[in-house]
């Protein structure tokens, strides 16, 4: 066999390898960008129109939160922000409309505190995204309501369900256990008994 069919074939073997390789770091990236993200990889599939451009937006949001100086909070700024969060869950009971504002708005001011851009939804939806991809959709959601209640679209139950979403957000930033910030269910449980106790003291 002539010299130039061996070096034929030893350069079709080669790109052939070279392209098994290329194949098998391609699936590595994609399961590694899927374990990380979860089910907001997939949501980012469909929302980009295929699997290249949605990894290729998953990966620049991870280079960007590389780039940031994310720190905790001080142990009197996580205790400061908890006592605000009680407060917030408190005014549900008479202002459901107005603890969702709030807690919108501590939600974006320990972002901030932390070291996170906060101007942008979308931005803060990314970088939340690369840290807390389990809770990104409910940040979602929460946001959504809580903008349907600027409208005047909001039932009390979907501000409800608007704050407890915010709650585990916020409980994550807060990096403390979920069980240490206040439920909304619970408040107005409280209330609710307050109110039934004084109602029967009254009947006697």
């Not at 389990?134 to 309501?145: F, N, Q, S």
């Not at 990096?175 to 307050?194: I, K, P, Q």
Request: proline letters at 2%.
């Amino acid at each position: 066999m002539q010299t130039w069919v061996w070096i034929v074939i030893a350069v079709v073997a080669v790109i052939v390898v070279l392209a098994v390789v290329w194949n098998a770091m391609r699936a590595k990236r994609s399961r590694a960008l899927k374990d990380t993200f979860g089910r907001e990889y997939d949501r980012t599939v469909e929302q980009a129109g295929g699997k290249r451009e949605a990894e290729l937006e998953l990966r620049e949001r991870q280079k960007r939160r590389d780039e940031l100086d994310i720190r905790p909070l001080s142990p009197e700024a996580r205790d400061r922000y908890a006592r605000r969060w009680q407060s917030t869950q408190t005014r549900f009971v008479d202002d459901p409309k107005e603890a969702v504002d709030e807690a919108d708005a501590l939600v974006q001011q320990v972002m901030r505190e932390r070291g996170y851009p906060t101007k942008d939804f979308e931005r803060r939806v990314a970088d939340i995204s690369v840290d807390h991809p389990e809770l990104v959709e409910k940040y979602r959601t929460a946001h959504g309501i809580a903008q349907a209640s600027e409208r005047n679209e909001a039932s009390t139950e979907d501000l409800r369900h608007s704050v407890r979403h915010y709650r585990a957000l916020f409980a994550e930033l807060l990096e403390v256990d979920d069980n240490d910030v206040e439920n909304v269910d619970e408040v107005t449980s409280r209330d609710e008994a307050e109110v039934d106790t004084r109602n029967v003291q009254r009947l006697r």
